[in-house]
Nanobody
Framework: QVQLVESGGGLVQPGESLRLSCAASESIFRFYAMGWYRQAPGKQRELVAEIASGGSTNYADSVKGRFTISRDNAKNTVYLEMNSLKPEDTAVYYC?????????????WGQGTQVTVSS
């Protein structure tokens, strides 16, 4: 079972930036895609951004133009650069990786990192 370890969360003011990192314990080439999800108190977990093994990306409408997902295959690490942060971005951010096993999606999750945007 792959281990995903997130880092980089914290408390920032509106308009500031943060970069989240997700380090995997094994090669990320084996995954169909990796991504970031977030869950705010009282809300469902939602997809923020994902990047496929071939490099294509997908973003939630709420973060387009502000967040950028990238990957460093040599370091087995995925990043989420978050700019122009808003209070509504406050949530626990989870790293995700998934592969298809016999046509079934198999997910791995990190432990989460808190991002708080507040003045």
């Amino acid at each position: 079972q792959v281990q995903l370890v997130e880092s980089g969360g914290g408390l920032v003011q509106p308009g500031e930036s943060l970069r989240l990192s997700c380090a995997a314990s094994e090669s990320i080439f084996r995954f169909y895609a990796m991504g970031w999800y977030r869950q705010a108190p009282g809300k469902q977990r939602e997809l923020v951004a994902e990047i496929a093994s071939g490099g294509s990306t997908n973003y939630a409408d709420s973060v387009k133009g502000r967040f950028t997902i990238s990957r460093d295959n040599a370091k087995n690490t995925v990043y989420l650069e978050m700019n122009s942060l808003k209070p509504e971005d406050t949530a626990v951010y989870y790293c995700n990786a998934y592969a298809f096993v016999l046509a079934h999606r198999a997910d791995a999750w990190g432990q989460g990192t808190q991002v708080t945007v507040s003045s």
